[in-house]
């Protein structure tokens, strides 16, 4: 996900900057990946079952627990989710020390340490790749 906006949990968004997100897309876009562009939240907490069903109706695709929070003269984000309607983690992983005493949890591990550090891997190399482009254009 490469949002214009961003809602912060005070109910306020966070207008990201356009000159940001447009490389970010484009890089994406260069690595294969077409991007989300709606609106996200930014939560407290994961968000389950029925609150996301809300979030969705009213034009989120999705919640991070971050992005809301920067206050910064100019601030985009990438957001690759492991957590989706058609893929849920367990609640039990909102307090990770606690989900270990959950084995029902556990069923989740496999899937978070295989896609984690992929995803994690992704966005990294998209926001990389878009610094690299605003380095190079303003040199």
Do not use: N
Request: a positive charge.
């Amino acid at each position: 996900m490469i949002p214009d906006r961003v809602r912060r949990p005070d109910g306020t968004h966070l207008d990201c900057d356009a000159q940001a997100v447009q490389a970010l897309r484009a890089q994406a876009r260069a690595r294969g990946y077409e991007p989300v562009t709606d609106p996200i939240v930014t939560g407290a907490t994961l968000v389950y079952g029925a609150e996301r069903k809300a979030w969705a109706a009213r034009g989120y695709a999705g919640v991070d627990m971050e992005t809301g929070l920067l206050h910064a003269p100019r601030a985009a984000c990438v957001r690759v989710v492991l957590d989706t309607p058609l893929r849920e983690i367990s609640p039990a992983w909102l307090t990770p020390s606690k989900a270990f005493l959950q084995p029902r949890a556990w069923r989740d591990l496999p899937f978070l340490m295989r896609e984690g550090p992929r995803c994690a891997a992704i966005a990294a190399e998209i926001a990389a790749g878009a610094a690299r482009a605003h380095l190079c254009r303003s040199q």
